[in-house]
């Protein structure tokens, strides 16, 4: 589990976008989708060993771990580290259920959210990237499944 680059600085629109087009979603996406997205990226930095949710909390926000390590656990006490370029949090909210594990930092964290109300909206007026993310899912759950 790495870290990741710390920013000494919230990052401008364009440095944004950079970061963004790491993830494969992003990667390929309609540039006007992308800068409207990162328009709405917000930048939280969190002390080590604060809680950023608890299970049962509301998903607003879909979070990408920027910079730091985060402990996740699950209801049954099974926990992960996650370093670095990590998304919290983007199916539950997307979902809109509530949270289904802990977030914890045990280093200090930077995360960057967007609400789900906002990726919903993106995702509407841009159909295209509404696929390549029904695609991405669709991946992640085949390889989950297999034996």
Same mark, same amino acid.
């Given at each position: 589990v790495?870290p ?10 364009? &440095? #944004?976008?950079?970061?963004? $087009? ?8 309609? !540039? *006007? %989708?992308? =800068? ?31 910079y ?6 699950? &209801? #049954?006490?099974?926990?992960? $580290? ?8 983007? !199916? *539950? %909210?997307? =979902? ?52």
């Open positions: 790495t990741g680059t710390y920013l000494e600085r919230t990052p401008t629109l364009v &440095e #944004k976008m950079i970061v963004m $087009r790491r993830s494969s979603m992003w990667a390929a996406a309609n !540039l *006007d %989708a992308l =800068a409207e997205l990162c328009r709405h990226v917000e930048e939280v930095r969190i002390r080590a060993g604060e809680l950023v949710w608890e299970i049962g909390d509301p998903s607003v926000y879909s979070t990408r771990l920027e730091g390590i985060a402990l996740c656990t699950n &209801e #049954k006490g099974e926990s992960v $580290r996650v370093g670095g370029g990590h998304v919290l949090g983007g !199916l *539950d %909210a997307i =979902a809109g259920t509530p949270r289904c594990y802990r977030v914890e930092t045990e280093t200090e964290c930077i995360f960057f959210r967007v609400r789900a109300a906002t990726q919903l909206g993106i995702l509407e007026a841009h159909p295209q990237l509404a696929a390549r993310m029904r695609h991405d899912l669709s991946r992640v759950i085949l390889a989950e499944q297999a034996p």
